[in-house]
Nanobody, 129 residues
């Protein structure tokens, strides 16, 4: 059984930083991909970033480009999302999801998050102004 556990969320002031972790078990990251998504209150879940296990290919949505960095540690089967220069509009519950590379990429870029079946429980990020 594939399990994803997010951690690292919290309350931070605007301009601050947080690092989220997504630890995977029962899942070989090298053969697949992990994506980060977020859902703000009253809004649709949106894709934030993507990283493939095999090539380390990454993607960022425009809203976070230049501020967020996704990385992975294959030995730990863990993906990180380093979030710098945080803004109040980054406030959301952040989720990671895992699947085959193309499925995750399509979900992050094209908004098809409902097609993904394996999700973590989410971690809340609150950015105060």
């Amino acid at each position: 059984e594939v399990q994803l556990v997010e951690s690292g969320g919290g309350l931070v002031q605007a301009g601050g930083s947080l690092r989220l972790s997504c630890a995977a078990s029962g899942f070989t990251f090298e053969d697949n991909a992990i994506g980060w998504f977020r859902q703000a209150p009253g809004k649709e879940r949106e894709g934030v970033s993507y990283i493939s296990g095999s090539l380390g290919t990454t993607y960022y949505t425009d809203a976070v480009k230049g501020r967020f960095t996704i990385s992975s540690d294959s030995a730990k089967n863990t993906v990180y999302l380093q979030m710098n220069s945080l803004k109040p509009e980054d406030t959301a519950v952040y989720y990671c999801a895992a699947d085959h590379s193309w499925s995750v990429y399509r979900a992050v870029v094209g908004g098809g998050y409902r097609d993904l079946e394996v999700w973590g429980q989410g971690t809340l990020v609150t950015v105060s102004s």
